[in-house]
């Protein structure tokens, strides 16, 4: 159940971030961003769907790899272009930046959301 509400709140995060980008690709352009997050974000939504083929006892020995891979890479895309658009001084990229915030911080609480599950049911042993 938990996997499903993480996907469907991940692939909400895809659309939303995507449908951001695509509106504000002029601004991107102008400012010699890449618009690699619109399409990285669709990464999000693999690592729920890979929690439920993993059997619990295994979950921590794969999910964190998983996390890094699906997660880092828009992360770290939103990052480089939240710190260029607050160095443009401008109001007109403002959503871009906030669309910037909003993939790195989803990414972040996404990761560790799932690592601290995994620890939990690390720590609880198989359910019975």
């Known amino acids: ?9 991940l692939i909400g995060v895809a659309i939303n971030t995507t449908r951001t980008v695509h ?12 618009t690699a997050i619109g399409w990285l974000v669709w990464l999000y939504p693999l690592p729920p769907v890979i929690v439920a083929f993993i059997p619990a006892s295994r979950l921590l020995i794969y999910l964190p790899p998983a996390c890094l891979l699906f997660f ?12 260029r658009f607050q ?37 609880m042993g198989p359910l019975r």
Do not use: C, H
């Open 1 to 9: 159940m938990l996997q499903i509400l993480a996907l469907v709140a």
């Open 23 to 34: 509106r504000e690709r002029a601004v991107f352009a102008e400012f010699g961003q890449s």
């Open 72 to 83: 880092g890479p828009a992360i770290a895309v939103a990052m480089v272009n939240k710190r």
């Open 87 to 123: 160095r443009a001084g401008t109001d007109r990229v403002d959503q871009a930046q906030r669309t910037a915030d909003y993939v790195a911080m989803s990414g972040v609480f996404a990761s560790v959301a799932f690592i601290g599950v995994a620890i939990i049911l690390w720590i």
